[in-house]
């Protein structure tokens, strides 16, 4: 684990961002539901992976790090970042964090997306920030979000979704 691990631009952020929301809109269009995630080099630019939300199981995030687990050593992880539309749920901060993924940037938070959704059978949230779940590993994980500037137009893909669902 190098700790000489540099954080991303708002500029480098918000691309990333960007590239994520346009795989979750992907997502949306295949008939899933619209989150979608990037893996990025070290460099804050490069992206190595991506993937959009499979099904209720197989959230966008625990996909793109047990694929990314499968493809690189975790050496090559760790000064990795997870980019993802929305915070990551426990079941996908848990994979990020067990495939050594050493930063995790999303643009809204949880609580934000329950907000939305309300008590939908299709979304039944964890109230457990990734802060929180990472905290409590052996780890320190980076967590760059919420992302003030991007939250309008991440919200706005999923106030369209959850209110035709």
Known sequence: MSPNRTDPTD???????????????????????????????PDHETVLMEQ??????NHAEAVLA?????????EQLWGC???????????CAGT???????RVVYGLEER????????????????????????RGQKEIRVIGPVPALEPEI?????AFWRSR
């Open 112 to 135: 934000a997306l329950l907000a939305i959704t309300g008590n939908h059978a299709e979304n039944p949230t964890l109230d457990l920030p990734c802060r929180e779940l990472f905290a």
């Open 11 to 41: 500029a480098q952020i918000a691309a990333m961002l960007r590239r994520a929301q346009a795989i979750a809109q992907r997502a949306l269009e295949a008939g899933h539901h619209p989150f979608g995630a990037v893996l990025v080099a």
């Open 66 to 74: 047990r694929e990314a687990a499968a493809h690189f050593t975790p």
């Open 96 to 102: 990020q964090y067990w495939a050594h993924i050493g």
């Open 81 to 91: 970042t997870l980019v993802t539309t929305v915070e990551p749920c426990a079941m």
């Open 52 to 57: 959009g939300n499979v099904d209720g199981v």
């Open 155 to 159: 919200a706005a893909l999923h106030h």
